[in-house]
Nanobody, 124 residues
Framework: QVQLVESGGGLVQAGGSLRLSCAAS????????MAWFRQAPGKERQFAAA???????QYADSLKGRFTIARDNAKNTVDLQMNSLKPEDTAVYYC??????????????????WGQGTQVTVSS
């Protein structure tokens, strides 16, 4: 039902910034809660940030203060602004969506739709 396409990844030096964008189609965007996860090579998928359909925002503790998530229901997009990037932020970043009303916002199992991912590489 929902298709998600991430963009904005790339190569950046430590301390730099990137803005990722996720474009959604095929559903009623405002009815979905959205999240960003990331996965580094050889590592498990990790929660980064989420914004619910009601506008509630949560971040991974380690990312709070550096990353900002925002949704634009008029554009059917959710962005992840990443500042003060560190080499350990290097990962494939995935956009996800859920229409569930009860779920663990920080667990990938709660999300039913996923984008293809966009690579973020932070050099030192």
């Amino acid at each position: 039902q929902v298709q998600l396409v991430e963009s904005g990844g790339g190569l950046v030096q430590a301390g730099g910034s990137l803005r990722l964008s996720c474009a959604a189609s095929g559903g009623t965007f405002s009815s979905y809660s959205m999240a960003w996860f990331r996965q580094a090579p050889g590592k498990e998928r990790q929660f980064a940030a989420a914004v619910t359909r009601n506008g509630i925002i949560q971040y991974a503790d380690s990312l709070k203060g550096r990353f900002t998530i925002a949704r634009d229901n008029a554009k059917n997009t959710v962005d992840l602004q990443m500042n003060s990037l560190k080499p350990e932020d290097t990962a494939v970043y995935y956009c996800s969506a859920t229409g569930r009303t009860r779920w663990d916002i920080r667990r990938g199992e709660g999300y039913d739709y996923w984008g293809q991912g966009t690579q973020v590489t932070v050099s030192s």
